[in-house]
């Protein structure tokens, strides 16, 4: 089933639907600011060890979530004064930050360091799913590992439909994955350079 939601002024029903379709233990595609990702609800494992199927992706490999703000980040994550001060400049963006975890996230989510990969994307359909869902969601690019992500939300209907319970067209996307930025004990490292600029990195250092 394909869902098209306006990206500037998402309508209430239609995100209440997709909101409903997660509680019931769905798997969803959906737009962020960068590319389309693939989630669930984080507290639901049979829908997270769905992803890793329709992934192919070793289950050694942690995927992160989305928050909807700080306040929630911070329920999940460990965030410094720094850390704070540093995703508040650059919250909601394209950027995927890496903090140690709380006893609050599954443990499909926490890697073997006890870390987590946060976001706050900087779009309104995913930030309304995640406000109205009341807890973070899984996001993952919408792509088998290894391979290219997707742009069209068509395509991704055709050709995962089946594995999916609801593809949201947000429209056309063509960024690239996000840019993941380490904040660990509040030592700044670019783990992975995408979407969101890092010159402001070197004024920190």
């Known amino acids: 089933m394909i869902l098209h939601i306006n990206p500037d002024n998402p309508q209430a029903r239609l995100i209440d639907q997709a909101v409903d379709c997660l509680r019931n233990g769905g798997v969803i595609a959906y737009p962020t600011d960068t590319i389309y990702g693939i989630g669930c609800a984080i507290f639901n494992r049979k829908s997270i060890q769905r992803i890793y199927q329709i992934k192919q992706r070793d289950p050694r490999k942690p995927f992160s979530f989305i928050c909807s703000d700080l306040a929630e980040v911070a329920r999940y994550a460990r965030v410094s004064n720094q850390a704070f001060k540093i ?119």
């Open 87 to 205: 995703m508040k400049r650059h919250l909601p963006g394209a950027y995927t930050f890496v903090l140690d975890a709380t006893r609050e996230v599954p443990e499909l989510l926490v890697t073997r360091q006890r870390t987590v990969g946060v976001r706050i994307p900087a779009n309104n359909i995913a930030l309304e799913i995640v406000r109205r869902l009341g807890e973070p969601l899984v996001t993952t690019s919408a792509n088998l590992t290894g391979e290219a992500t997707y742009q069209d939300p068509s395509l991704i209907h055709d050709d995962w439909g089946k594995q999916l319970d609801l593809v949201i067209d947000g429209g056309l996307l063509h960024g690239e994955p996000s840019t993941v930025i380490s904040l660990r004990q509040d030592q700044i490292e670019i783990l992975r350079q995408g979407c969101g600029a890092t010159d402001w990195i070197h004024q920190l250092l």
